[in-house]
């Protein structure tokens, strides 16, 4: 790649952000172990890893549905499309023995695309259908495309603490807010329950 193309290809790279979880051991690693593999697997997926919070303990959502999450966020820089990023990050599920039996069921990794650049997708009705969802329609109803940004992020401290750790200051494209400032619009009790390894 001559040195023109590569400063082409910089600049058509975005930064992004993805959640990883893991709440479901395999049968030789432990979900700290595959989570840490998830993030090896992104360099071979074109996307590089910026930043990276610490790893939490946070309690299964909805409540009781399983044992405590392994979590962090991740910036990440990609010169992928946002449908192409959250395929990789799909087929690095699949490779790490990720299956998707029900909605919010316990999983061996998890691994959300929550943002891209400043990228509405697919519409702003569209994020606004799927953000404005009651929780009882959540459980049952299954986006077929990419919804962005993530639409309950706002709603989660397991994804906003280690967020608002590395990017405090990245704004919602739609509700405007930072992300220190939807972490701390939840409830304190919300906020506790996410705790560092």
């Known amino acids: 790649m001559s040195e023109k193309q590569g400063r082409k290809t910089a600049k058509l790279s975005r930064i992004g952000y993805v959640a990883l979880g893991s709440n479901l051991q395999s049968a030789t690693r432990t979900s700290l172990e595959i989570v840490n593999e998830a993030l090896r697997l992104f360099a071979g997926a074109a996307i590089r890893i910026t ?3 610490q790893w939490y303990s946070a309690p299964a959502f909805p409540a009781g549905i399983g044992p405590d999450y392994v979590n962090s966020v991740v910036e990440i820089e990609s010169a992928l499309s946002a449908k192409a990023v959250l395929a ?8 790490l023995g990720r299956t998707r039996p029900k909605r919010w069921a316990s999983r061996v990794i998890d691994l959300d695309l929550l943002a891209f650049g400043d990228e509405i997708a697919p519409s702003l009705a569209g994020f606004s259908h799927w953000q404005g969802l009651s929780l009882a329609a959540q459980m049952d109803a299954t986006p077929e495309g990419l919804i962005l ?4 992020m706002q709603d989660r401290a397991f994804v906003l603490k280690p967020m608002a750790e590395i990017a405090p200051a990245w704004r919602h494209p739609v509700l405007g807010k930072t992300a220190r400032a939807m972490l701390a619009a939840l409830p304190a009790e919300a906020r506790n329950e996410i705790r560092p390894l």
Not at 88 to 95: K, N, P, Q
Not at 149 to 152: D, M
């Open 149 to 152: 940004p993530h639409p309950r």
């Open 88 to 95: 990789a990050l799909h087929d690095i599920e699949g490779a």
């Open 51 to 53: 930043k990276q919070s």
